[in-house]
Each structure stands twice: as structure tokens, then as C-alpha cells.
């Protein structure tokens, strides 16, 4: 019988994950069991850009050829994360008249106001960048807001939509999907690395409140923003957990391996000063949440969101992130961890990319694709990034 088996590759700054799992009913419910997972040091990277594809493609190969060894299956098609510091996400708005006499809107309306949305993006913001997820925020008919999850069959003379649109840069897109390609593997799809991590960190109902997910890795700090269950804002900042290694590196005169050990908790604490190195890593770490909360501020949502903070990548290994976070921006914090039975292979966040992919791509309710797109790039492959539970 032919397995339902899905790959997810998250290609970091620091490391390269694959994820090779399969699509099984336990007591008849359809699960996503992992059955192996490939790590390496990431080559070629810097902030999450590309600047050697020879490298990046080495490790890419080396991480799957680790997963396939574990998994005893092959890899030959994945999902695939975009990440780095040139992944944004830009909110617009658009309206148009309804076109029909009844005044009954359509497809035809609701695939026309978004187009018109999209069409309002300044040209200075989206030059040389690409639209992957056009996200439907919310809409409102003749001025009034819509409740329901849909504006489709209702009546109304104007109908307005609000939409996240989240893109990257196009020449970083074709890099790391030919680095991809050339280690052996079809790319089905992409998806923003945040929004990818969001499906096994975050439940419904903490995306339904509000809440917010960031994910601390070694060059930058990525954030995604939910209420009702959608994403309304994606950032990130070219600030990482290596930055803080650095920073004790240097106010300690250590090596930058004891430097690490230090930062997260490590033996050896004892022979240096504890309020120096806490005032060290309270510095940096006050830099990263500033700008977290200057993002939250610009949306309207600092200290505004009841489900609180989730952190998870490497970055979250700091014993004092969680506290900090707290404070820092009023909000209830806690380390995110991944909604997974058998974490015999993954036992941590760090893997909520690589792993979210999987799930994405086991699951149709999950993944429609609604012909608003697709986008293909200039190796032919489609990235839709439309996704059911994004609709309002």
C-alpha cells in the first residue's frame, strides 16, 4: 500500500532540519507520526540569506540524507520554510463596487477586491520582493464589519477586505529553492517560517484570543501576530541568540564555546561573576524585546493580547527569556512547546518549523489552495500559500 509520507525542511542560519513523517489513523483519527529527522550546521548563511549555494546545498543534502537514515524511506518532494531577515508581512485595504444588479456578492467580487488590494501596495515596498501568503484579515459590506467567515452570497453595494500580505525577497527565494532543488529535492510548496511553526506551538483557541509567537533563532528574531484565528502581522528583526553569546564572549573574555555554555545555563557558571553575566544578557535581551514591542505598538496590540507570548528556537534555551518577556511586555509568557505524542525524535521547539510543515502538508482542511493565485517562480514551482484556517 503507497504511505502518505510528507517531508519539512526549515533551513536556518545555524542548522538545517528535515522532518520525514507519515500520514496514519490512530483509533481512526488521522495523525502525523514522525519517523525521522536529519540535523546539520548550516553553511552558506548569513541572516538567513544565502551566500554560498554550494554550501547550503551540501548541508541541505546532509540533513536529509540523515532524516532518510532514520526514517528508512526516501525523500524526493518536501515543503519547504522561508525565513530571514528579508521576510515581511505589509496590511492593505481595497473596496469595489458589487457588479451584479441583484447586488449579491460573488466570486468574481471577492477575487476583484482582493486583486485591487494587492494592486494598492506601494511599488518602493513590494520592488524585487515576493507575494508568498495574501492573507484575508477581515471585510467588511456597505461599511459594516462581516462576521461570518465569508462575505460570499450576502448582499451589499461595497464591499471592503483588509489583508496581510506576506512577502520576501525574490532573488533570496530562487536561491534557496535552487539550493533545494540541487541536493535532490522537488519543492511542492513554501511557507513563511513563522506561520509554519504556529501550527504545532499554537491551539485554536490561544489564536482566537490573541496571541504571539516568537521564535528566538541564532541571526534573527521572527514574529507572528493571531487574533481570530489568523494571522494579522508578520515581522523580522536581524537580531539573534548568537548575539548574545557574542556579547558575553566579549564582557568576560571567554571563548565563544564557554560563552554559550554560560548563556544557556551551562556548567562553569560559578567562576564568573552571576550579576555580570546577568546584566549582560538582560542588555541584549532588553534589545530584542524592545523592538517586539515597538512592532506591537505600530499594530495596536501592546499588551493587548490575552493568550500572552510563546517563545520557542534556540533562543528560548536562556533561563531568563520567559521572566523577561513577562515584563518587558506585559503579557502572560511561556515557552512554546509542539502538540506531539511521540517526541521520541523531536523534544523540542526548536523543530516546530521543520515539523509544521509536515502537518501542513497532511492535512487538506488545512491546505486548499482557492485560485487567487498561484505564483510561479523561474523553476516552475508553485507556491500557494493560501490556507483554510486563515479565512475570517
Same mark, same amino acid.
Given at each position: #500500500?503507497?504511505?502518505?509520507?510528507?517531508?519539512?525542511?526549515?533551513?536556518?542560519?545555524?542548522?538545517?532540519?528535515?522532518?520525514?513523517?507519515?500520514?496514519?489513523?490512530?483509533?481512526?483519527?488521522?495523525?502525523?507520526?514522525?519517523?525521522?529527522?536529519?540535523?546539520?550546521?548550516?553553511?552558506?548563511?548569513?541572516?538567513?540569506?544565502?551566500?554560498?549555494?554550494?554550501?547550503?546545498?551540501?548541508?541541505?543534502?546532509?540533513?536529509?540524507?540523515?532524516?532518510?537514515?532514520?526514517?528508512?524511506?526516501?525523500?524526493?518532494?518536501? $515543503?519547504?520554510?522561508?525565513?530571514?531577515?528579508?521576510? %515581511?508581512?505589509?496590511?492593505?485595504? /481595497?473596496?469595489?463596487?458589487?457588479?451584479?444588479?441583484?447586488?449579491?456578492?460573488?466570486?468574481? =467580487?471577492?477575487?476583484?477586491?482582493?486583486?485591487?488590494?494587492?494592486?494598492?501596495?506601494?511599488?518602493?515596498?513590494?520592488?524585487?520582493?515576493?507575494?508568498?501568503?495574501?492573507?484575508?484579515?477581515?471585510? *467588511?459590506?456597505?461599511?459594516?464589519?462581516?462576521?461570518?467567515?465569508? !462575505?460570499?452570497? #450576502?448582499?451589499?453595494?461595497?464591499? +471592503?477586505?483588509? #489583508?496581510?500580505?506576506?512577502?520576501?525577497?525574490?532573488?533570496?527565494?530562487?536561491?534557496?529553492?535552487?539550493?533545494?532543488?540541487?541536493?535532490?529535492?522537488?519543492?511542492?510548496?513554501?511557507?513563511?517560517? !513563522?506561520?509554519?511553526?504556529?501550527?504545532?506551538?499554537?491551539?485554536?483557541?490561544?489564536?482566537?484570543?490573541?496571541?504571539?509567537?516568537?521564535?528566538?533563532?541564532?541571526?534573527?528574531?521572527?514574529?507572528?501576530?493571531?487574533?481570530?484565528?489568523?494571522?494579522?502581522?508578520? +515581522?523580522? $528583526?536581524?537580531?539573534? %541568540?548568537?548575539?548574545?553569546?557574542?556579547?558575553?564572549? @566579549?564582557?568576560?573574555?571567554?571563548?565563544?564555546?564557554?560563552?554559550?555554555?554560560?548563556?544557556?545555563?551551562?556548567?562553569?557558571?560559578?567562576?564568573?561573576?552571576?550579576?555580570?553575566?546577568?546584566? &549582560?544578557?538582560?542588555?541584549?535581551?532588553? =534589545?530584542?524585546?524592545?523592538?517586539?514591542?515597538?512592532?506591537?505598538?505600530?499594530?495596536?496590540?501592546? /499588551?493587548?493580547?490575552?493568550?500572552?507570548?510563546?517563545?520557542?528556537?534556540?533562543?528560548?534555551?536562556?533561563?531568563?527569556?520567559?521572566? $523577561?518577556? *513577562?515584563?518587558?511586555?506585559?503579557?502572560?509568557?511561556?515557552?512554546?512547546?509542539?502538540?506531539?505524542?511521540?517526541?521520541?525524535? &523531536?523534544?523540542?521547539?526548536?523543530?516546530?518549523?521543520?515539523?509544521?510543515?509536515?502537518? @501542513? /502538508?497532511?492535512? *487538506?482542511?488545512?491546505?486548499?489552495? @482557492? /485560485?487567487?493565485?498561484?505564483?510561479?517562480?523561474?523553476?516552475?514551482? *508553485?507556491? $500557494?500559500?493560501?490556507?483554510?484556517?486563515?479565512? !475570517?
Amino acid at each position: #500500500m503507497l504511505r502518505n509520507i510528507t517531508v519539512g525542511i526549515d533551513i536556518g542560519t545555524y542548522q538545517v532540519k528535515v522532518v520525514i513523517s507519515e500520514l496514519v489513523k490512530i483509533d481512526g483519527k488521522p495523525t502525523t507520526r514522525v519517523l525521522g529527522t536529519g540535523l546539520v550546521e548550516s553553511k552558506g548563511l548569513r541572516h538567513g540569506y544565502i551566500i554560498n549555494n554550494k554550501d547550503v546545498t551540501e548541508s541541505i543534502r546532509g540533513a536529509v540524507t540523515l532524516a532518510e537514515k532514520t526514517a528508512g524511506v526516501k525523500a524526493h518532494r518536501a $515543503f519547504v520554510a522561508v525565513g530571514g531577515i528579508g521576510l %515581511s508581512g505589509i496590511v492593505s485595504t /481595497g473596496n469595489t463596487i458589487i457588479s451584479r444588479a441583484d447586488l449579491e456578492i460573488t466570486d468574481l =467580487d471577492m477575487e476583484k477586491v482582493c486583486q485591487i488590494c494587492e494592486d494598492d501596495l506601494p511599488t518602493a515596498v513590494i520592488q524585487n520582493r515576493r507575494i508568498l501568503h495574501s492573507i484575508p484579515i477581515s471585510y *467588511k459590506i456597505d461599511g459594516k464589519p462581516v462576521i461570518a467567515k465569508t !462575505p460570499l452570497g #450576502m448582499k451589499a453595494a461595497k464591499l +471592503e477586505v483588509k #489583508m496581510l500580505f506576506v512577502t520576501c525577497l525574490e532573488p533570496h527565494l530562487n536561491d534557496l529553492l535552487q539550493a533545494v532543488e540541487e541536493a535532490g529535492i522537488e519543492v511542492i510548496d513554501c511557507l513563511a517560517s !513563522p506561520i509554519a511553526a504556529s501550527f504545532v506551538t499554537l491551539s485554536k483557541q490561544q489564536k482566537m484570543v490573541g496571541c504571539l509567537l516568537a521564535n528566538i533563532g541564532a541571526e534573527t528574531i521572527s514574529i507572528v501576530v493571531f487574533e481570530n484565528n489568523i494571522p494579522i502581522s508578520l +515581522e523580522v $528583526f536581524p537580531i539573534g %541568540s548568537t548575539d548574545i553569546t557574542n556579547d558575553i564572549a @566579549l564582557g568576560l573574555k571567554i571563548p565563544l564555546e564557554e560563552a554559550e555554555n554560560l548563556k544557556i545555563g551551562g556548567l562553569g557558571i560559578g567562576s564568573f561573576s552571576k550579576k555580570k553575566l546577568d546584566e &549582560i544578557i538582560s542588555a541584549r535581551l532588553s =534589545d530584542m524585546f524592545e523592538l517586539i514591542e515597538n512592532h506591537l505598538k505600530k499594530i495596536g496590540r501592546s /499588551g493587548l493580547l490575552p493568550a500572552g507570548i510563546f517563545i520557542s528556537g534556540g533562543g528560548s534555551g536562556i533561563a531568563t527569556v520567559e521572566d $523577561f518577556a *513577562k515584563v518587558a511586555l506585559r503579557l502572560p509568557s511561556r515557552l512554546a512547546t509542539l502538540s506531539l505524542s511521540d517526541k521520541k525524535n &523531536i523534544k523540542d521547539s526548536t523543530w516546530a518549523v521543520a515539523y509544521g510543515l509536515c502537518m @501542513l /502538508g497532511n492535512s *487538506k482542511e488545512e491546505k486548499v489552495n @482557492l /485560485g487567487l493565485r498561484p505564483t510561479i517562480n523561474s523553476y516552475g514551482m *508553485k507556491i $500557494f500559500g493560501w490556507f483554510k484556517q486563515f479565512l !475570517p
